[in-house]
């Protein structure tokens, strides 16, 4: 009884691994913090199944830097294309508004705010720094350029959580 117990808890955690990992890749469900979610559950599930609270609260860090890195990377892609300081943190301000402002319009939801966010922010950012239009259109692509490099960190530390997790469980367990 015991080893089926087991089993299903980890048939469980890695249906949840599983949409915390599509979730990394969209930019609705965040995706490391699902992931995170998964391996705590299966913690408070199965308490002696090999997890331990280092791992926990280590991942718990690794969820909130994954999160900080969507704001922080709009406000580099932006700095990066040519954008002054007001582009990157119209940009930053724009990933943090944006997704809440921009579902309140009528056929854009909280997805189109979440890509276009950013780059409205750099862009605006830059015309009232006095920047033309072009100008605050190269931020704007930064933004998109930092948002993929996010997307592609996030995932990485998400197959990271996942694979501690599978050695903490399969290698350390006695």
């Not at 691994?17 to 913090?33: A, D, N, Q, Y």
């Not at 408070?44 to 969820?63: H, R």
């Not at 015309?127 to 100008?135: D, I, P, V």
Request: hydrophobic share 55%; charged share 10%.
């Amino acid at each position: 009884m015991e080893i089926e117990h087991h089993w299903l808890a980890l048939s469980v955690t890695f249906l949840i691994f599983l949409i915390g990992l599509l979730g990394s890749l969209l930019p609705v469900i965040p995706g490391c913090f699902v992931v995170w979610l998964g391996a705590l559950i299966y913690w408070l599930w199965v308490p002696e199944g090999g997890v331990g609270l280092v791992y926990i609260l280590s991942t718990a860090g690794l969820v909130i830097l994954a999160q900080l890195l969507d704001f922080i990377a709009s406000y580099y892609g932006a700095r990066k294309f040519g954008g002054t300081w007001r582009g990157g943190v119209g940009a930053l301000l724009g990933a943090i508004f944006g997704p809440l402002l921009l579902s309140l319009i009528p056929g854009i939801g909280t997805i189109a705010g979440l890509i276009l966010g950013p780059i409205i922010g750099a862009v605006l950012g830059e015309l009232s720094a006095g920047r033309t239009f072009k100008e605050g259109g190269k931020a704007g692509f930064g933004t998109v350029v930092g948002g993929l490099v996010s997307f592609a960190m996030k995932f990485a530390i998400a197959v990271a959580m996942i694979g501690w997790f599978c050695f903490e469980v399969f290698f350390t367990r006695p």
